[in-house]
């Protein structure tokens, strides 16, 4: 390991020291915070798996239902129903912190029509108006597991920089230090023992 290119002297030891005492309680904290992270990463990736199994099994139920309300519903009456919406849907966006990380936070607020359905009863089979009301509350989980999934990724390239860190100061900042500061102790004590020396051969003189 190189050393850093420096004075062997005791102000410059004593710099170093504070530098090397920095990086190791650094070096904790981030380790401490990569695991904790992990530790959350682990318990998100696992709630985001179960959200996109539940969400894949009720979209394929959904479309599958859609199927049988187009196939026995006219298709003038069927585009009408489907094409209108029965409420307004809002997305309030914001963020929330986790482990230091800024991960979307959305929440959905709905305005359902104060005029009711946009068809009538008559028009339309019940498999349609039952197509309509299953993809309507299919659309909050859908929006919960792209949240999920961004905070996912969002804290895997966190992660990343964050191991990154640790790996520079574990490998290559304090290995670097401790040969900096032996070489200046080494130096030191080689300057101290050539005075003694020196002044050995004064006092026999």
């Known amino acids: 390991?190189?050393?850093?290119?420096?004075?062997?002297?005791?102000?410059?030891?004593?710099?170093?020291?504070?530098?090397?005492?920095?990086?190791v309680r650094g070096h904790k904290l981030l380790k401490d915070k990569s695991d904790e992270m992990?530790?959350?990463?682990?318990?998100?990736?696992?709630e985001n798996k179960r959200l996109r199994?539940?969400?894949?099994?009720?979209?394929?139920?959904?479309?599958k239902q859609f199927s049988v309300a187009r196939s026995v519903t006219?298709?003038?009456?069927?585009e009408t129903a489907f094409s209108m919406p029965t409420v307004a849907v809002k997305a309030e966006c914001g963020?929330?912190?986790?482990?230091?990380?800024?991960?979307?936070?959305?929440k959905l607020v709905e305005e359902k029509r104060t005029d009711g359905l946009p068809y009538a009863f008559t028009e339309i089979t019940s498999e349609a108006d039952y197509s309509v009301g299953k993809i309507s509350a299919l659309l909050p989980k859908l929006i919960e597991l792209a949240q999920t999934e961004k905070t996912v990724r969002l804290l895997a390239d966190e992660?990343?920089?964050?191991?990154?860190?640790?790996?520079?100061?574990?490998?290559?900042?304090?290995?670097?230090?401790?040969?900096?500061?032996?070489?200046?102790?080494?130096?030191?004590?080689?300057?101290?023992?050539?005075s003694i020396v020196r002044l050995m051969k004064v006092k026999n003189r």
């Open 38 to 46: 992990i530790r959350r990463f682990t318990v998100i990736i696992r």
């Open 95 to 106: 963020t929330k912190t986790v482990m230091g990380v800024d991960v979307p936070d959305v």
């Open 74 to 78: 006219p298709a003038y009456s069927a």
């Open 159 to 194: 992660i990343e920089r964050n191991k990154r860190r640790v790996n520079a100061l574990e490998y290559v900042m304090i290995p670097q230090l401790e040969e900096t500061i032996k070489y200046i102790r080494d130096k030191l004590d080689e300057n101290e023992r050539a």
């Open 1 to 23: 390991m190189a050393r850093l290119n420096v004075n062997p002297t005791r102000m410059e030891l004593k710099k170093l020291k504070a530098r090397l005492t920095t990086a």
């Open 53 to 63: 199994q539940e969400v894949e099994e009720e979209l394929f139920q959904t479309l």
